[in-house]
């Protein structure tokens, strides 16, 4: 028999419940932000702790639990961690071909404004290495041409930080939406919309972090002075943002916003310039800006391999190609493992309750159908049908003792004769709504109460679509990137080697904080914590980005963030009927601004710049900005549940 997912097993109280099922988190939180540990340890940490917590207390059979906990794993190897290795191995060609530094003084040389500078270099160039690279490289990048270039260090590493939160929800190709996505159960349908939900709340911060960035930097009066550049840069990036977002997707936003957003500012720099050049007072004098030697065709060629990247993704995106590579998808179910949870299992006596009233609802709509239809008629018929079947389930309900969700034999094929029967009427309706016979809000109440009735069972399937994954794109575009960049065979297996060595620790972190998220969900834990916190009520909207940011402070990382609260905010959301989709797209949303805030950050910024050990100064200098831009966000996903809801896809 499936094994029942309980939300209550600590002395029956969801308050007390939810408190357990979180230790898994504080486990992450204490061992990164207290213990200063290592993501890679920190995770098999926690880890250990939810399959113990979900073994002992929730009384899931073991055999279930690991199972989860490497379905987790498996995902976030492939096809999460498969992005993130291939988009390194691509930036760290351009690096080894040398066409990186090309491509940063190339921007360096444009102007000697510091404003504009931080607008060219903080903003746009990395928002362009966070949608390319992500994982920390544009603050450690970004903020070390900037001291380079003259900037203060402190001012350096904090502008990157800021400047940075535009781009992170979309970057290392789009991984922190496509971990979501998978977390959340969506499948590529779900994922557009989960991304045109993101396009449709990231960009309103996104057109204003320019104008934020030189204001903490220059003052009021001197931001003004360069408003032109400001808003070409905020309305470029929030524009393109928005637009390859909710249309092309979630992998290209960063790369086509920020390399839009350059030409813009760079078209705009050759017509207008500020009245005066500003530099920071310990500059005693202006002196210059900086030149160099490069020619066009070679800044042309230094940026061709992510001219190629964008290519590569846009024609995997293609429908018709993607369909044609999806013909080799692999879609394995995990024995042992698929439909052998259950969830949402009444109690007998509940359950009663619910075959009275799905049968009243499918009374009600046989009788607004006409028999004068044929198809109305049959769909009349398979109604008084469906009535039968519940006779039989209500025969079920009463023969079992009271008091508990149990899964018997007859059970379960009771619900099974009623889930069947029911997709078979939902085709036939389907076909009324779209002859305009009937409305298609008719039936609504009668899915409510079916779906309110029928236990749901856990499916549990690895999609291995190594063809027409995002990453095989990267992949080719990787290798032709080789060829332009002038690396070599042997070279280019160099990288490689050095690339997966590099990032060996990242891919068990990547696969234990998946394979903990999976576990949770598995359990049912996820969904204590989401159930105890419908307790907000109308204020969830609004809190959800928070989830977001504190999930992003404790990992480090947008992606980590989604992973753990993907589940959380999805169950929450339907436990208070809102929409998923809102509340999921506000964990991303809301978490790019504990990007500023989360120590692995904070660390990078510092290092880069020269401020090893002004941690603290740091993280107090942009505490304040995370909370006023997470509000910001939290206003805004309160007015999309509320006052604008044709926005949610």
């Avoid at 190709?173 to 709340?201: C, E, F």
Wanted: charged share 15%; glycine share 8%.
């Amino acid at each position: 028999m499936p094994w029942i997912q309980s939300y209550t097993p600590v002395a029956g109280s969801l308050a007390m419940s939810a408190l357990v099922a979180a230790i898994p988190l504080v486990v992450i939180f204490v061992c990164l932000a207290v213990f200063k540990m290592k993501a890679h340890k920190a995770g098999p940490l926690a880890v250990a702790s939810a399959l113990a917590i979900a073994i002992f207390v929730w009384q899931m059979p073991a055999k279930l639990a690991g199972l989860a906990t490497l379905h987790g794993a498996a995902f976030g190897l492939f096809p999460v961690f498969y992005i993130v290795v291939t988009t390194i191995l691509l930036y760290n060609i351009t690096v080894k071909g040398g066409q990186f530094e090309i491509i940063r003084a190339s921007l360096a040389g444009l102007t000697g404004d510091r404003r504009l500078q931080a607008l060219l270099i903080a903003f746009c160039f990395g928002a362009f290495i966070e949608g390319a690279a992500g994982f920390g490289t544009p603050v450690a990048i970004a903020g070390a041409t900037l001291v380079g270039l003259g900037f203060r260090p402190f001012y350096a590493a904090g502008v990157c930080l800021i400047a940075n939160t535009a781009p992170v929800a979309f970057g290392a190709i789009g991984i922190p939406v496509v971990a979501l996505a998978g977390v959340m159960g969506y499948d590529d349908a779900g994922l557009m919309k989960l991304s045109t939900m993101v396009g449709r709340q990231l960009p309103f911060i996104s057109i204003f972090i320019p104008f934020y960035v030189i204001m903490i930097m220059a003052g009021w009066k001197k931001t003004i002075e360069v408003l032109p550049a400001i808003v070409v840069c905020g309305v470029t990036f929030a524009l393109a943002q928005w637009g390859t977002a909710s249309y092309l997707g979630p992998y290209l936003p960063d790369v086509t916003a920020s390399l839009l957003t350059l030409a813009a500012l760079v078209t705009l720099l050759k017509f207008w310039q500020p009245a005066t050049v500003w530099t920071f007072d310990h500059e005693p004098e202006f002196s210059g800006k900086e030149s160099h030697d490069y020619t066009g065709a070679e800044v042309f060629r230094a940026w061709a391999p992510y001219l190629v990247l964008t290519i590569m993704v846009l024609v995997w995106g293609i429908p018709s190609v993607k369909t044609s590579l999806d013909k080799s998808k692999l879609v394995i179910p995990v024995a042992g493992l698929d439909n052998a949870i259950v969830k949402k299992v009444s109690k007998p006596e509940d359950g009663a309750k619910k075959v009275a009233a799905v049968k009243a609802e499918a009374a009600k709509q046989a009788a607004l159908l006409s028999p004068a239809d044929p198809k109305q008629g049959t769909l009349a018929a398979g109604l008084t049908e469906l009535q039968a079947l519940e006779d039989k389930v209500l025969v079920v309900e009463q023969s079992l003792p009271a008091g508990k969700p149990v899964v018997t034999a007859e059970r379960l094929a009771a619900y099974d004769a009623v889930d069947k029967k029911q997709k078979d009427l939902q085709k036939i309706q389907k076909e009324l709504v779209e002859a305009k016979a009937v409305d298609k809000a008719q039936f609504k109440a009668l899915d409510k109460a079916l779906t309110d009735q029928l236990p749901a069972k856990v499916p549990a399937k690895f999609t291995f679509n190594f063809m027409s994954a995002a990453g095989t794109a990267i992949l080719i575009a990787a290798i032709i990137s080789a060829l332009i960049c002038g690396v070599g065979v042997g070279q280019f297996f160099q990288v490689l080697g050095k690339t997966l060595y590099d990032m060996r620790w990242p891919a068990v972190t990547v696969a234990s904080v998946v394979g903990l998220a999976f576990v949770m969900n598995a359990s049912g834990m996820t969904t204590s914590m989401g159930i105890s916190f419908t307790k907000a009520g109308a204020m969830f909207p609004f809190l959800s980005p928070f989830l977001g940011m504190l999930g992003v402070f404790l990992t480090g990382s947008d992606t980590s963030s989604n992973v753990l609260f993907g589940g959380l905010q999805k169950v929450t959301a339907e436990q208070l009927g809102m929409n998923p989709l809102l509340t999921g797209a506000a964990n991303t949303s809301g978490g790019v601004m504990g990007k500023m805030i989360s120590p692995q950050s904070i660390a990078v910024a510092c290092a880069a710049t020269g401020l090893v050990g002004e941690e603290g100064n740091l993280f107090r200098f942009t505490l304040k900005h995370a909370l006023f831009l997470t509000t910001m966000m939290g206003i805004i996903v309160a007015l999309q549940a509320y006052v604008f809801p044709w926005m949610i896809p």
